[in-house]
C-alpha cells in the first residue's frame, strides 16, 4: 500500500449504514482514526435516522431519507458548536449514530413466574399472562440518553428483558382497572389488552419508543390453583352437596375394587362402603309420624302405637286406632 493510499483512507467521502443484521436498534458510525470530508455524502435511508453528536451533544439530525451533502448549510448546529465562521475547509470529526425506526414486530412477553393480582371474586390469585407486542424507536435522543448510551450497537435482543419485565410489571394495574372478574376475562381478553397497553405506553414513551401495538394472548392459573377452580364449578354445576358426596363416593369405588390388596385401596372401599350403608339406612328409616316398615311380609306396625299386628288386620287389637 502506497503513503497515497493510506493517507486517503483517513478521510471520509461517503457516510451510510445498510442495517446487515435485523434488530438493530442503534449503530455508531465507525471513526476512529477518520475524518470527515467537507462536502462529503451522507446516505440516510427509509426507516433511518442519522445524527451528528458532538462531545456527547445532540447537534443535527436527519430524519427524512436521501443524500445529504455535509457542509454548513446541511450542518447548521454543528457549524455553530464547531464556530465555523466561514464555510469550513479542513476535515472534521463527529461521532455519527444511526438509529433504526422500523416497527418490530411479534415482540413476546409473558410472565416467568405467576403473579399476585386482586379478584373481587377470589380475593388474591395468582396467574400467568402471555402475548406479543410492536414498537419502534421514535425519539432517539431519548434513547441515546436514557437507553442506549455510546455502545456502538444496540439491538433488540439488548432490550427485550427490560421491556417484558416492565409490561409484566403492569399486569396487575391493568387488571385491577380493567374490572372484569377472572372467569369473564376469556371473553373480554380484547378490553384487558387495550388496558394493557394503556398502562404499558407511556413507559415506552420514556424509553425513546412508541408502542405500535398490544395483545394478551393466553390468562391461566397454576396447575393446582385450576385444579380447585374446577372443584369449585363442579360442586356450583351439582348444587346439591348431598348428590355431590354420593357421586364422589360412587366414583372411589370402582379405584378401591382396583386395589384391594392395598390400605389405601381398603381405606377408599371401607369409606365409600360406609357412606353407601348410611345413605341406604336412612332411605330406609321412616319419618317423624310414619309407621315403622317391617320385616315380615304378613305383619305390620300400628302408626298409633307402633305395635305389631296382622297386615289383614283393619283396626289395631293393641289401641283399637283404624289402619290407614
Not at 55 to 73: C, H, I, Q, R, W
Amino acid at each position: 500500500m502506497s503513503l497515497g493510499s493510506f493517507f486517503k483512507k483517513q478521510f471520509i467521502d461517503v457516510i451510510q449504514w445498510t442495517e446487515d443484521a435485523p434488530g438493530v436498534l442503534q449503530y455508531r458510525y465507525p471513526m476512529q482514526d477518520m475524518e470527515i470530508q467537507n462536502g462529503g455524502q451522507l446516505t440516510v435511508r427509509e426507516s433511518q435516522v442519522a445524527v451528528f453528536v458532538n462531545e456527547g451533544s445532540f447537534a443535527d439530525v436527519f430524519t427524512a431519507p436521501g443524500l445529504y451533502t455535509l457542509n454548513t448549510k446541511t450542518l447548521p448546529l454543528l457549524t455553530n458548536l464547531m464556530h465555523w465562521d466561514k464555510a469550513f475547509q479542513s476535515p472534521f470529526k463527529s461521532d455519527i449514530y444511526f438509529y433504526s425506526t422500523r416497527v418490530q414486530t411479534n415482540q413476546r412477553w409473558g410472565t416467568a413466574q405467576p403473579i399476585t393480582i386482586r379478584e373481587k371474586d377470589f380475593g388474591a390469585v395468582r396467574l400467568r399472562a402471555n402475548g406479543v407486542y410492536s414498537y419502534h424507536l421514535s425519539d432517539p435522543a431519548v434513547f441515546h440518553q436514557k437507553i442506549a448510551a455510546t455502545q456502538g450497537t444496540y439491538t433488540v435482543d439488548d432490550l427485550e428483558p427490560h421491556l417484558r419485565n416492565t409490561i409484566v410489571g403492569k399486569v396487575s394495574d391493568a387488571f385491577a382497572k380493567s374490572g372484569v372478574p377472572f372467569l369473564d376475562m376469556a371473553a373480554n381478553i380484547e378490553n384487558f389488552s387495550s388496558a394493557m397497553k394503556a398502562q404499558v405506553a407511556p413507559v415506552f414513551a420514556e424509553m425513546g419508543l412508541t408502542l405500535d401495538s398490544f395483545q394478551v394472548q393466553s390468562l391461566s392459573l397454576p396447575e393446582e390453583l385450576q385444579k380447585r377452580l374446577d372443584d369449585r364449578i363442579g360442586m356450583n354445576m351439582v348444587g346439591d352437596m348431598g348428590k355431590y358426596a354420593q357421586m364422589k363416593a360412587a366414583e372411589s369405588m370402582p379405584i378401591a375394587a382396583a386395589n384391594p390388596g392395598g390400605a389405601a385401596g381398603m381405606g377408599v372401599g371401607l369409606g365409600a362402603g360406609m357412606a353407601m350403608g348410611k345413605q341406604m339406612a336412612d332411605a330406609m328409616t321412616p319419618g317423624p309420624g310414619a309407621a315403622p316398615v317391617s320385616p315380615n311380609a304378613d305383619t305390620a306396625f300400628c302408626a298409633e302405637c307402633g305395635k305389631q299386628i296382622p297386615r289383614a288386620s283393619k283396626f289395631c287389637p293393641e289401641c283399637g286406632a283404624k289402619r290407614a
